[in-house]
């Protein structure tokens, strides 16, 4: 019998309500795993495919801050917050066909669980793009998400929601445009920019942090699918923050503080907590 903590399943009730194209994408050949630790024969050509294609575009972490990640399994505690990080590679006859990455925040902090999961990264090679497996590569953390609350003792029915950082439009990066058209017809919302500023911390390591002015986050659009409620137009603003502050937990957990405390204080100017802030089409 599978490892409930290793294997990988398609379950097509986890697929987003754009993503049923999906269940049409033949996987019996498809060999899906979750890189145990940075031992892991399979780490090299997991870390090395994601480093190529996000490091030259900073949005890539060093090998250390994932190798501690993995060295979590199967969770970590940080403040109020299980952390659980998941790296998943797809390959077919041992040849590379996608990967991502992802972490589960998982809290009751105020008073009724939750799990938040961050979206890091997801590279699909590009012969197999469009073909649906994109979909399941959507899917797969909702299933790390369960997982997660059912070992921190809470209902695997507790509300699930997906997070991606991703880079505002660009009329000049088409690139840029077809990820978030692929979010966009899946289903994800974005959190309207005009409402709301978020930052991704600062990712350089700290010496080169030190030899600058200090840390320097970045401007990203935080792209949600609330699972079950993928219909809904607006976010509280209180739901918005345990949000965000699930994702600052989750950095906390690799960064120095004085690192993150620029984006803790960003935090303060999100509109208050009962205040709608609009869900809008992610490539707006
Ligand atoms: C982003 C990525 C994972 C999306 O996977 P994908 O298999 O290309 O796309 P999907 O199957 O999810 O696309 C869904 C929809 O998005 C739109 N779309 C995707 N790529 C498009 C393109 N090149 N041109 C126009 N529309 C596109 C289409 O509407 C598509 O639906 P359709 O194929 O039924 O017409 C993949 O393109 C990729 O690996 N890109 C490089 C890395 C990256 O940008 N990662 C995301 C940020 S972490």
Redesign the pocket.
């Known amino acids: 019998m599978a490892d409930a903590e290793t294997a990988v399943e398609f379950i097509p009730g986890d697929l987003a309500p754009g993503d049923a194209?999906s269940l049409e994408l033949d996987r019996r050949e498809l060999d899906v795993t979750r890189v145990g630790s940075g031992h892991d024969p399979l780490f090299v050509l997991a870390y090395e495919r994601l480093w190529n294609?996000?490091g030259p575009l900073q949005?890539m972490e060093s090998r250390e801050v994932i190798e501690r990640r993995l060295a979590w399994h199967p969770a970590t505690k940080q403040g109020d917050c299980w952390l659980r990080y998941d790296l998943v590679l797809v390959r077919r006859q041992g040849q590379f066909i996608?990967v991502r990455d992802h972490t589960a925040i998982v809290t009751d902090k105020r008073g009724s669980p939750q799990a938040v999961v961050h979206?890091?990264?997801?590279?699909?090679d590009v012969e197999?793009?469009?073909?649906?497996?994109?979909?399941w590569?959507?899917a797969w953390p909702v299933q790390t998400a369960r997982a997660r609350l059912v070992a921190a003792g809470f209902p695997p029915a507790s509300p699930i929601t997906l997070v991606?950082e991703?880079e505002h439009p660009d009329p000049q990066m088409p690139?840029r445009l077809?990820?978030l058209?692929?979010y966009?017809?899946?289903g994800f919302k974005k959190v309207d920019p005009a409402a709301v500023n978020y930052f991704q911390p600062d990712f350089r390591p700290p010496g080169e942090i030190d030899a600058c002015d200090g840390p320097r986050p970045l401007p990203f659009g935080l792209i949600l699918r609330r699972v079950g409620r993928e219909q809904e137009q607006v976010i509280l603003g209180a739901e918005l923050r345990q949000i965000v502050e699930c994702l600052y937990r989750m950095y906390g957990a690799g960064f120095r503080e004085q690192d993150m405390a620029v984006v803790w204080r960003g935090l303060r100017e999100y509109p208050g907590e009962d205040v709608e802030i609009p869900l809008v089409a992610p490539t707006r």
């Open positions: 194209k294609e996000f949005e996608a979206l890091s990264h997801v590279l699909v197999w793009r469009r073909t649906g497996l994109a979909g590569l959507r991606a991703m690139n077809n990820r058209a692929a966009e017809k899946a």
